[in-house]
């Protein structure tokens, strides 16, 4: 999905579907109080789409495989709308008999994609089986660290003058999340930066973090991380394996920047 | 000039009063049946505005100084809607009526006449959100002082250490894992256990707005350093909710003070002791 803001054209396609999809929710709400429940789902579905067409004047739904509204019945008294505003894209909410609307938003890229079954080289389903393998690899790295038995939070001396002092390691047993906090002026808006530009820029500002300890254990990126803040930064990211027992210090080093920790209280 | 997200919001406005008039034949056309019209609206999102109130439709708009959705009664069982902003002397309404059905959008400036029409009620309003208008553009340097204070308070030249909680605390309660020192400030990182899937997300919950997965990261918390100082909470962070146990922060003002030598937090079952001078 791409991170870009929708252009025009689309901001207006899906405004023009939310509100169809309100003046439907409208009407079938004014039906349903008067029974206190939605009724049926078929029923309910074909009224839907009368109501649109009555609405739209018979307008084509912007995505040809669905309706213009589509409902569906969470219970007898609470129903979920969409209205597409584009192919695979559409504007949802809930709607309760007591006209609460709730769980509303945008969603991208469903309904079913037909592929067309490719013919391999025996280079190229080598080369695919490769690429399946190294990434497996990948995954079963970046879930080696569960944590979910906590051992204890270990913190190192202070570091004055440090641009991104390590906080502390929470240990547990299968791995650790490494907390460290950095200053962070506003990005500035460059209307001439695509998405990509964008991102490659600001994913150096990222120092990459290294690892070692006095055992020699190779520490690797684990269980994922997070990162947020507005002016200063709050990092969390996760690494596998746990130190071994033998290991006394943990040694982070981030730019031109190292801290210890000590491993043995 | 209305613009489609003024729209939509005039149409969501428009649900809870249709909702609440129930089986109803058609909305009162009243100030009593209107009121308890009111009375009977559900809460809706927590974002969305909460204070109605009946105006007769008649007379000159009024402009409260709280957000405020206007009903009044429109003639053949239907309902204007007009929701008003502290912020604007102008508005949108629409007309709803019994079946769902609605009228087109309508845009009023001001008062919706000259001047000279305006009553002595109306010029007091004009008045007030004048006053109201004045009085944020004196107070912005106050709030401006108040967004550069609360985004730099946590920046790396006020941090002083981060102290690690004692190992070993109660494994099925929340566990203290690390307080970060700051002169201007002090956070508080802990682990809570994660509530059953079920419970988190339920399928099809009773209340949409139910937030479980908050209330179960921030337990009622209190701080005490032993020197009685008084620790306000000015952010709340899920550091990552997906985990289990998930992990939370909270952070206050104003720091520990010096002499300080223990730091105390108690959860509801769990009290946790975090010595500052263990090192």
């Known amino acids: 999905m791409s991170p870009r803001d929708p252009d025009e054209d689309e901001m207006r396609d899906q405004d023009a579907a939310s509100i169809l999809l309100l003046r439907v929710a409208l009407r079938l709400l004014g039906e349903a109080r008067l029974r206190g429940n939605f009724g049926a789902e078929e029923a309910l579905a074909e009224r839907a789409v009368a109501i649109a067409d009555e609405l ?25 709308l969409a209205a597409p505003y584009a192919r695979s894209s559409a504007v949802i909410e809930n709607l309760m008999v007591d006209g609460t609307l709730y769980g509303g938003g945008g969603v991208t890229g469903y309904g079913p994609i037909r592929s067309e079954p ?9 080369e695919r089986e490769r690429r399946r393998a190294e990434w497996l690899a990948r995954t079963e790295r970046s879930r080696q660290f569960t944590a979910t038995r906590f051992v204890r ?12 002092p390590i906080l502390a390691v929470l240990l547990y047993e299968d ?12 990005r500035p ?9 964008f991102f490659a820029k600001h994913r150096r500002e990222n120092p990459v973090i290294m690892i070692t300890d006095d055992v020699g254990t190779e520490y690797f990126p684990s269980g994922g991380a997070t990162a ?4 200063v930064h709050h990092s969390s990211e996760g690494f596998a394996p746990a130190p071994p027992a033998s290991a006394r210090v943990l040694r982070i080093t981030t730019n031109d920047e190292t801290a210890e920790v000590g491993l043995t209280r | 000039m209305a613009d489609a997200v003024d729209h939509r919001g005039l149409l969501e406005l428009a649900l809870r009063p249709l909702g609440a008039l129930g089986t109803a034949e058609a909305f009162p056309q009243d100030r009593a049946g209107i009121e308890a019209l009111i009375e009977r609206l559900p809460k809706g999102r927590p974002s969305e505005p909460k204070h109605f109130a009946y105006e007769d439709g008649k007379g000159l708009p009024r402009y409260e100084a709280e957000y405020t959705i206007w009903l009044s009664p429109a003639g053949d069982g239907a309902l204007r809607v007009r929701p008003q902003s502290p912020w604007e002397l102008g508005f949108l309404t629409i007309v709803v009526h019994p079946d769902g059905r609605v009228g087109d ?4 400036e001001g008062f919706g006449v000259p001047d000279s029409e305006l009553t002595d009620q109306a010029r007091a309003d004009r008045d007030a959100f004048e006053r109201r208008v004045r009085e944020y553009e004196e107070d912005r340097p106050r709030h401006n002082v108040w967004i550069e204070e609360s985004q730099t308070r946590f920046r790396t030249e006020n941090l002083i250490r981060a102290v690690a909680a004692p190992p070993g605390q109660h494994p099925n309660g929340p566990v203290v894992t690390y307080l970060t020192l700051y002169e201007t400030g002090l ?3 802990y682990l809570v256990p994660r509530p059953p899937r079920q419970e988190m997300w339920p399928d099809d919950p009773d209340d949409p707005f139910a937030e479980p997965h908050r209330e179960a990261m921030f337990p009622g918390i209190e701080i005490d350093d032993g020197l009685g100082t008084e620790y306000e909470v000015v952010d709340i962070d899920s550091v990552d909710m997906n985990s289990s146990p998930m992990r939370a922060r909270l952070s206050y003002t104003p720091g520990v003070p010096a002499a300080a030598e223990t730091v105390r937090v108690s959860f509801d079952s769990v009290t946790v002791a975090i010595d500052l001078e263990a090192r």
């Open chain 1, 56 to 80: 739209t004047g018979g307008k084509p739904s912007p995505d040809p495989r669905r309706a213009g509204v589509e409902v569906g019945l969470i219970r007898p008294d609470r129903i979920a």
């Open chain 1, 118 to 126: 490719e013919e391999l080289t025996e280079e190229e389903r080598a």
């Open chain 1, 153 to 164: 939070a270990l913190t190192p001396p202070q570091q004055p003058g440090a641009a991104r």
């Open chain 1, 175 to 186: 791995g650790f999340w490494l907390e460290s906090t950095y200053d962070k002026e506003p």
């Open chain 1, 189 to 197: 808006f460059d209307p001439h930066m695509d998405d990509e530009q």
């Open chain 1, 228 to 231: 947020g803040g507005v002016r």
């Open chain 2, 105 to 108: 959008v309508e845009e009023v």
């Open chain 2, 187 to 189: 956070m508080l990182n």
